[in-house]
């Protein structure tokens, strides 16, 4: 069975800082694995998605990466700001048997004071 | 539309009564799907349809979970006899054919107490 860690489960950073928030998954062979974003009280928002052939995707002060031998993924964030507060979550899409269902870690609360 | 929802967004129920939980998907999305999120936890999977083909249930949590899409968009996930452990939010997510390179588009949820 897949199971997807985040570590760590809560972050509180001041602005300005760069941070990098850990995801690992046990079983390598995923399809593709993608970041999310999750405000409270609201559903979520995609944010980078990496296909299990890619290594790294970028989208402005966002990167995240992907190890696949290795089960890992960072999700890399630079010069953060208070509006990055949120909680953020990896999800997986495993290999051919499992369809495209997503499989979640518990995901990291990220704070970022001013 | 412009994006999914869901309603009710907010639902009380007292243990043992029926609820009905609605998902309209993105216009035109033919896959769709429902995870329930417990506090402090990330999504897990319920359930899975194409057009109105449940492909997969493997997820709902018992007998008293039912879900359907009978005409290919809106969706409804029914819980009976409601039970505290019930209780979490519910989201759907909508991609438009399902395939494993396709982002899922979140709604809102549905947050679901049970007393």
């Known amino acids: 069975k897949q199971e997807v860690t985040q570590i760590p489960a809560a972050l509180s950073v001041p602005e300005g800082e760069n941070l990098v928030l850990n995801c690992s998954f046990t079983?390598?062979?995923?399809?593709?694995l993608q970041w999310f974003r999750q405000d409270p009280g609201k559903g979520l928002t995609s944010l980078l998605l990496?296909?299990?052939?890619?290594r790294e995707q970028t989208s402005g002060r966002l990167n995240a990466s992907l190890d696949k031998s290795s089960g890992r993924s960072t999700l890399y964030i630079a010069a953060s700001q208070p509006g990055d507060s949120a909680t953020y979550l990896c999800?997986?899409?495993?290999?051919?048997?499992?369809?495209?269902?997503?499989?979640f870690g518990e995901g990291t609360q990220l704070t970022v004071n001013p | 539309g412009a994006g999914v929802s869901q309603s009710p967004r907010y639902k009380v129920a007292k243990r043992g009564q029926d609820v009905a939980l609605r998902c309209d998907p993105i216009?035109?999305?033919?896959?769709l799907f429902w995870y329930q999120q417990a506090l402090g936890q990330g999504p897990e999977f319920l359930t899975y349809?194409?057009?109105?083909?449940?492909?997969?249930k493997s997820g709902l949590p018992s007998d008293r979970f039912f879900a359907e899409r009978p005409e290919g968009s809106v969706s409804t996930l029914k819980i009976q006899r409601t039970q505290q452990e019930d209780s979490a939010v519910y989201l759907c997510?909508?991609?438009?054919?399902?395939?494993?390179?396709?982002?899922?588009?979140f709604g809102p949820g549905t947050r679901l107490l049970v007393l």
């Open positions: 997510a909508s991609s438009l054919e399902g395939g494993r390179t396709e982002t899922q588009y």
């Open positions: 079983d390598s062979a995923i399809y593709n």
């Open positions: 990496i296909q299990s052939s890619q």
């Open positions: 999800a997986v899409v495993r290999g051919e048997t499992s369809g495209s269902r997503l499989t």
């Open positions: 216009s035109g999305h033919v896959s």
């Open positions: 349809f194409q057009n109105e083909a449940q492909l997969d």
